[in-house]
């Protein structure tokens, strides 16, 4: 069956620190994979996405690779601000002509605090 | 703009009341989906519809019922509500946008059940 795994939280950094959140799948064809952010008290909101391997999703200075061979899309920016601190949630939808859904498949979501 | 809203916003509940969250959409999405979110268990899929008169159960959807009578609305209602059911719930809707169908979620619901 179709899966998430990201990391475990908390991750604390300092700001302007590298930032790295893992996230590996496993997924029966060609699914497209998704970053969502939650920040405190709203609900979530797309960050970025790619739709086939070898893809790079960015947005706001966050970046992701659609990596097939090794089943990854992991987020990462080179320069952490306070603002960034939210909970993080990587997601796959498997492709629906051949899966029949339109569902999502979600981690259960890392927590950064990025430190002054 | 497009946009997902939810209401109330938060909800104070006694155990054993019937409850009406609302959901609605104005991006003319067929698909329509219910999440609950609770610490240490990430979002759990309530029930969800993929157009007008279809409902389906998601891996939670004990306790739980919704309607689709037009493409706008999803309301969740909670029959007999639970202290279990004391949760973030959230609302989303998704479409096809450059290659993928992505999701837009609502701001939440904050329910408590007393």
């Known amino acids: 069956g179709n899966s998430v795994t990201q990391m475990e939280g908390p991750v604390t950094l300092s700001e302007e620190a590298f930032l790295t959140i893992n996230c590996t799948y496993t997924?029966?064809?060609?699914?497209?994979l998704f970053w969502y952010v939650q920040y405190p008290g709203e609900g979530l909101q797309l960050l970025l996405k790619?739709?086939?391997?070898?893809d790079k999703g960015s947005n706001k200075g966050f970046e992701a690779t659609y990596r097939k061979e090794t089943t990854s899309f992991h987020l990462e920016k080179g320069s952490v601000q306070v603002s960034d601190s939210a909970v993080y949630f990587c997601?796959?939808?498997?492709?629906?002509?051949?899966?029949?859904?339109?569902?999502?498949?979600f981690g259960t979501g890392t927590r950064l605090k990025v430190l002054a | 703009d497009a946009e997902i809203t939810q209401s109330p916003r938060h909800k104070i509940t006694e155990t054993g009341r019937q409850v009406t969250l609302a959901c609605h959409q104005t991006?003319?999405?067929?698909?329509m989906f219910w999440y609950r979110q609770d610490l240490g268990h990430g979002l759990r899929l309530i029930h969800y519809?993929?157009?007008?008169?279809?409902?389906n159960k998601g891996e939670v959807s004990d306790g739980y019922s919704v309607s689709r009578s037009n493409t706008e609305d999803l309301p969740l209602t909670l029959e007999s509500a639970a202290s279990s059911q004391t949760s973030v719930y959230f609302c989303a809707s998704s479409g096809r946008r450059e290659g993928s169908y992505e999701q837009y979620f609502g701001p939440g619901t904050r329910l408590t059940v007393t």
């Open positions: 519809s993929y157009g007008v008169q279809d409902t």
């Open positions: 790619a739709t086939k391997a070898d």
């Open positions: 997924a029966t064809g060609y699914p497209s």
């Open positions: 991006w003319n999405h067929n698909n």
């Open positions: 997601a796959l939808s498997p492709r629906p002509r051949t899966s029949g859904t339109y569902k999502y498949i």
